[in-house]
Nanobody, 117 residues
Framework: QVQLVESGGGLVQAGGSLRLSCAAS????????MAWYRQAPGKQRELVASISFGGNTNYADSLKGRFTISRENAKNTVYLQMNSLKAEDTAVYYCKYSDYVEGVNYWGKGTLVTVSS
């Protein structure tokens, strides 16, 4: 089992920045990929960005240049730096841990980001 705890969400004005953190604990292996997803009201959950244990990143095309994903393997923590926030970035942001050898995924409970226009 892997437990994920997100933090850093909150209310921010349009144009502002936030940094989300997700700390993983439990049965963690170095073969994992971690990712951020988000779900806006009335919409499906969508991928924001992902990062492998080795640091390879992948972003949703619409968010490239504004959002940056990073990780500290020694702390089992992944971050999402969000800049130039827009009202449409308002959503619950979820952290996901994937172990492709065991074929399991774990999700955090989410952290709410609200961007006021």
């Amino acid at each position: 089992q892997v437990q994920l705890v997100e933090s850093g969400g909150g209310l921010v004005q349009a144009g502002g920045s936030l940094r989300l953190s997700c700390a993983a604990s439990g049965r963690i292996f170095s073969r994992n990929t971690m990712a951020w997803y988000r779900q806006a009201p009335g919409k499906q959950r969508e991928l924001v960005a992902s990062i492998s244990f080795g640091g390879n990143t992948n972003y949703a095309d619409s968010l490239k240049g504004r959002f940056t994903i990073s990780r500290e393997n020694a702390k089992n923590t992944v971050y999402l730096q969000m800049n130039s926030l827009k009202a449409e970035d308002t959503a619950v942001y979820y952290c996901k841990y994937s172990d492709y050898v065991e074929g399991v995924n774990y999700w955090g409970k989410g952290t709410l980001v609200t961007v006021s226009s």
